[in-house]
């Protein structure tokens, strides 16, 4: 099997099995320490700029969740600048290896009850397919993130304690 190919080709499956899993851990690390009075609520359109509302006790985070491969070519990634309207918004960035393992994690967002980082100067998306003369056309609503300006987080510990 060509994983290399699998990713690009399903990257969508990936991603949906990455949420699952990565939802599963949160859980169950809530559990851990005795607190299992953890909501998640999936969205069902990704109009808002979220995949998920992650709430516990009082605090509501929405999340964005991107993969990527940690030893891929890929250093960027697009956010909805909708994501900016939604107080507690975040990104996390989920690094992977060919086997779906999470390998790494990186954060983008800002403290609880603090304004989501202003993403409207950043360079303006491009759609990954291009029209029938080849042109991508641009998404003015998204903004491509480098990697670089994510923060890294050593494990799912930390990026709990930077959701809540």
């Known amino acids: ?6 990713h690009s080709e399903y990257s969508t499956y990936r991603e949906h099995t990455i949420e699952h899993l990565f939802i599963g851990e949160v859980l169950r690390h809530f559990w851990r320490i005795g607190e299992p009075n953890v909501e998640v609520f999936r969205c069902e359109f990704d109009r ?3 995949d998920l509302v992650i709430s516990r006790r009082s605090v509501s985070r929405f999340v964005q969740f991107k993969t990527a491969l940690a030893k891929g070519k890929s250093n960027k990634v697009t956010i909805s ?3 900016a309207e939604k107080q507690n ?4 960035l989920i690094l992977l290896d060919d086997a779906l393992n999470m390998v ?4 983008y967002g800002a403290r ?3 304004p989501f980082p202003d993403i409207r100067d950043l360079p303006i998306a491009k759609h990954t397919k291009g029209d029938s003369k080849g042109k ?8 491509v993130i480098k990697h670089t300006a994510f923060e890294t987080c050593l494990n799912l510990d930390e990026v709990l304690q930077k959701l809540f």
């Open 48 to 50: 808002g700029g979220y």
């Open 112 to 114: 609880l009850g603090m």
């Open 81 to 83: 600048i909708n994501l």
């Open 89 to 92: 918004g975040c990104v996390v």
């Open 1 to 6: 099997m060509d994983t290399k190919a699998n």
């Open 136 to 143: 991508k056309s641009e998404r003015p609503d998204h903004r």
């Open 104 to 107: 790494g994690f990186k954060w």
